[in-house]
C-alpha cells in the first residue's frame, strides 16, 4: 500500500508539472551582438518563467574569439552571458543552472576561479563536461538556464 500510494504521489507530482507548462507562452529572442548573423539558434529562449540561454563562447561584438586562452575567454563569456541576462530583466542571482563545455577539463579551476566571481552563495547547479571541437576552437562553452523571479518565488521552500 505505501509502495501504491509513493506511485500515485509522483504521478500526480508529474501531472502538475506537465499541465502547468502546456499553456507557457514561449518566445524566443534574437537580440545583441550576435543578432542579424544567420545563426541557426536563438540568443534564448523563455517559456513561461524560465529563460533558456543558447551556449555562449569567449567572442567579442565583432564574433571575433577573444585571444589569450582560458582566463580571457571566461570573462568574455561570462560579460555576454550578462548581457544576455540583463536584455532579459534578469541578473546572474537570477540563473538556476549552467552547464560548461571545456575543450580541457585540466583547465575547469582556471573557469571555476573566474566563474564564481560572478555568483554568490547559493550557487545555480551546474555540470561541467570536456568537449571536443566546440566552435571557434573556443576553449569552452557555457550554457545557462534562469528563473524569473515571481518563479523563483514559487519554488522557495
Do not use: H
Amino acid at each position: 500500500m505505501r509502495i501504491y500510494m509513493r506511485e500515485l504521489t509522483l504521478a500526480a507530482l508529474c501531472l502538475g508539472v506537465v499541465v502547468s507548462s502546456a499553456g507557457a507562452e514561449t518566445q524566443f529572442f534574437d537580440e545583441g551582438p550576435m543578432a542579424g548573423r544567420g545563426y541557426p539558434f536563438s540568443e534564448s529562449v523563455r517559456v513561461g518563467d524560465i529563460l533558456f540561454i543558447s551556449g555562449q563562447v569567449g567572442v567579442d561584438e565583432e564574433d571575433n574569439l577573444v585571444p589569450g586562452g582560458i582566463g580571457p575567454e571566461s570573462r568574455q563569456i561570462m560579460s555576454n552571458m550578462s548581457g544576455v541576462l540583463k536584455r532579459r530583466g534578469l541578473g546572474f542571482s537570477d540563473v538556476v543552472k549552467c552547464t560548461v563545455f571545456l575543450a580541457d577539463v585540466d583547465e575547469w579551476a582556471v573557469f571555476n576561479d573566474i566563474y564564481k566571481t560572478y555568483f554568490e552563495p547559493p550557487y545555480p547547479a551546474r555540470s561541467a563536461l570536456g568537449a571536443n571541437g566546440l566552435a571557434l576552437g573556443a576553449r569552452l562553452e557555457v550554457e545557462c538556464i534562469a528563473a524569473f523571479p515571481d518563479e523563483q518565488e514559487k519554488l522557495a521552500p
